[in-house]
């Protein structure tokens, strides 16, 4: 699904940390500060190509440790955010890019009308990885972007 926004999602405008930067002219992986789902954001800063193949590589070893994501992906594929998340019994299912980044549907008017930002912060929350969690997150993230721009900018 494709949206276009007039004004920037939540997550968009959220201060970000750098974790990992390649120097070079390819990829910069951040971390979002103060959000309430743990994310993180790959941006291109010159070559799509690396950031997506990190992105991919990423998703695919997040799949084999069956933790569940989501992602969004923004100005024209130049910035991608990640939402990693835990399943619990409460959550049996991954709360979706849109509501990671702030834009939640509701299947009523009555259910927006009862909506409140506490029971949205919450929900998001609910789902978020633990400190230790996203901590191995953050570090097989900036390993494959070590090992991927090596081989991207090394061509």
């Known amino acids: 699904m494709a949206c276009y926004f007039s004004n920037p999602l939540p997550v968009e405008v959220t201060p970000m940390v750098t974790l990992w930067d390649s120097g070079l002219g390819g990829i910069r992986i951040s971390s979002l500060i103060d959000y309430p789902i743990k994310a993180l954001l790959f941006e291109s800063t010159s070559n799509i ?55 939640f549907l509701f299947k009523s008017r009555n259910d927006f009308d009862e909506a409140t930002e506490e029971a949205m912060v919450t929900r998001l929350g609910d789902v978020s990885l633990d400190e230790q969690g996203f901590q191995v997150v953050k570090e097989l993230c900036c390993s494959i972007a070590s090992k991927l721009a090596c081989l991207f900018l090394g061509e």
């Open 49 to 103: 190509k690396i950031s997506v193949e990190v992105l991919a590589e990423t998703c695919f070893c997040l799949q084999e440790k069956n933790i569940p994501f989501s992602f969004l992906i923004s100005d024209c594929g130049k910035r991608i955010f990640l939402f990693p998340q835990m399943q619990t019994s409460a959550t049996s299912h991954s709360v979706s890019g849109w509501e990671c980044s702030g834009y």
